[in-house]
């Protein structure tokens, strides 16, 4: 929110809300949509992160964003990337308080991290929501730390699949524009006042059409609850992890190229260079990047072989990368 306007927009959408909480007889709904609330609970994330993590050539030694109070014991939600391989943490509040946060989980399927204060925030968490009754079209908010300036009315403009390149897929991601200034770590709130999405990225294509209009990419909050005890006991969701090959693959002119390949990572030992072609797996053709990490995934947990065919100088070959968990390459033992 950049100006009077946009603020007066914040609170004539809060008001909306307030109004249709009275209407339907329902004053818990005004309580929870209160934008007071909403700014106490929407706190600043900072991480310092192990001097020997393999994440911060990508993403630094010390990183900073959003993060949304869950609990009435201080537990924070923030999107993965913010805190993954930290040793510590602190949590700034909108009364200017700093505090200490211990880590305590990440899942690398979700994108979803969580951090707990050391003492009481006196904010009021923000209730998690069902994201998948967010429609396309539905009004949400956008909300980062940084006090009214930085909430702001969006629009969802699709509900879609999203791959990202660093062998990451969500089924059913949640688009909004306009885009958010400040999107990782921020939350998405409802008509509610509930949670049902964490800000992860900002995108040039939000509503998938190529229609150029820029927005960001929130986590769906469903993803949460089926593993949020694991993450809370054990530092990262239960089951059997996906195999995880270390390549960032660009998709370009319908074809799949290798962009990057993790130093000492299961694909580098198997020879995949920077430059070579992705066709599929095991005689299977990848239609697009979504397909190919799906007929990755399908062979096993990690630690299987995966066959993958590929183009490399000019010839195809099948090239058997043996699998790992990912996890167990991150320096994740901090405060778990």
Do not use: C
Request: proline share 5%.
């Amino acid at each position: 929110m950049r100006n009077a306007d946009d603020r007066r927009r914040v609170i004539a959408w809060v008001a909306g809300v307030l109004a249709a909480g009275v209407l339907a007889g329902d004053p818990a709904i005004a309580q929870r949509a209160s934008l007071d609330d909403v700014l106490t609970a929407v706190v600043h994330v900072k991480t310092f992160i192990n001097p020997d993590a393999v994440t911060t050539e990508n993403l630094g030694r010390v990183r900073e964003g959003s993060g949304i109070v869950i609990d009435d014991n201080g537990l924070i939600l923030t999107i993965g990337y913010l805190m993954v391989e930290a040793h510590a943490a602190e949590i700034a509040t909108s009364a200017g308080r700093t505090v200490p946060a211990n880590v305590v989980g990440y899942d690398y399927e979700s994108g979803f991290g969580l951090l707990r204060a050391t003492e009481p925030l006196k904010a009021r968490p923000i209730p998690l929501g069902k994201s998948g009754s967010v429609m396309e079209g539905d009004p949400v908010l956008a909300a980062s730390f940084g006090g009214a300036g930085m909430v702001a009315p969006v629009r969802v403009v699709a509900r879609r699949e999203f791959a990202g390149g660093w062998e990451y897929l969500l089924d059913d991601a949640i688009f909004t524009a306009p885009p958010h200034p400040a999107w990782s770590g921020a939350a998405l709130i409802d008509r509610d006042g509930k949670l049902v999405g964490v800000g992860s990225l900002i995108v040039g294509d939000a509503t998938g059409k190529g229609d150029g209009t820029a927005g960001n990419m929130f986590v769906p909050i469903d993803r949460l609850p089926p593993i949020l005890g694991d993450l809370i006991a054990n530092g990262r969701a239960g089951g059997a992890a996906r195999p995880w090959l270390g390549i960032t693959t660009v998709e370009s002119r319908g074809r799949l190229l290798v962009g990057q390949v993790t130093p000492g990572g299961p694909a580098e030992q198997a020879g995949i260079q920077h430059g070579d072609e992705i066709i599929g797996v095991n005689g299977a053709t990848a239609k697009n990047l979504a397909d190919f990490y799906r007929q990755v995934w399908s062979q096993g947990s990690a630690g299987t072989i995966v066959p993958l065919d590929i183009r490399q100088d000019e010839r195809k070959r099948r090239v058997e990368v043996r699998s790992m968990n990912r996890l167990d390459r991150l320096k994740l033992k901090s405060t778990y």
